[in-house]
């Protein structure tokens, strides 16, 4: 069984001030691992992912999210935030093996407000 | 290309109703997912459809049902519903040949069940 951590449920942070969010997993078998932004009454986009290759991701906003095996950690940071930020993020991921088909496991949300 | 698109946007339904609900993938994609969202238990799967196939379930009672048709457009049916089904019903396409692991969402569907 997989599981993720999400370790705040709210960020407020000021705008062009840095962010990060924080997120845990566990799993007994490789993982891909993925971050989604979620605007209200909307649904889930995706922000970046890691499948393979370096640890460093980027997304073209401004996102990165570093994987680091040895913590079990994913967590998502941004240098300087734009009140266009403020939005749900959820970390998720899934089965590297492929056997556990069309399954995205999630944590249960951080939401980042940017305040002006 | 067109993303993913769910119909109805919104759903209020009665104790007892059932209620369908459609997912159409982006074209290409052959695998659909499903996800139900609320405040209190967060982003649950459903199950996974492809090529006309479940090939993945959560831990949803029986009243929680699936279907995919040959042009991978899918449905899901709820019957005898209760009040703890209203929340937002995601669906998520994917093409596992290139993508395997890469969902794609529709904006959901929201239920309320009065």
């Known amino acids: 069984a997989q599981s993720v951590t999400q370790l705040d449920s709210q960020v407020p942070v000021f705008e062009e001030a840095p962010v990060e969010l924080r997120c845990n997993y566990s799993?007994?078998?490789?993982?891909?691992l993925f971050w989604y932004v979620q605007y209200p009454n909307q649904g889930l986009q995706l922000l970046l992912k890691y499948l393979s290759g370096s640890t460093l991701v980027e997304s073209i906003n401004g996102f990165e999210a570093e994987f680091n095996k040895s913590q079990t950690s994913f967590h998502l940071r941004k240098p300087s935030v734009h009140i266009s930020d403020t939005a749900e993020y959820f970390c998720a991921v899934s089965n590297a093996g492929g056997t556990s088909y069309g399954k995205l496991t999630f944590g249960q949300g951080t939401i980042l407000t940017v305040h002006p | 290309k067109a993303g993913v698109t769910q119909t109805p946007r919104y759903l209020i339904k009665t104790r007892g109703q059932q209620v369908t609900l459609s997912c159409s993938p982006i074209s290409g994609h052959r695998s659909v997912s499903w996800y139900q969202q609320t405040p209190g238990q967060g982003l649950q799967f459903l199950f996974e459809?492809?090529?006309?196939?479940?090939?993945n379930k959560g831990n949803f009672p029986g009243r929680f049902s699936g279907r995919q048709f040959s042009n991978s457009r899918s449905e899901m049916n709820v019957s005898t519903l209760e009040l703890g089904d209203s929340a937002l019903y995601l669906c998520?396409?994917?093409?596992?040949?290139?993508?395997?692991?890469?969902?794609?969402f529709g904006a959901g569907t929201r239920l309320s069940v009065l």
């Open positions: 799993s007994s078998v490789s993982v891909y």
């Open positions: 459809y492809f090529s006309e196939t479940q090939r």
């Open positions: 998520a396409s994917s093409y596992p040949r290139t993508d395997p692991n890469i969902q794609y």
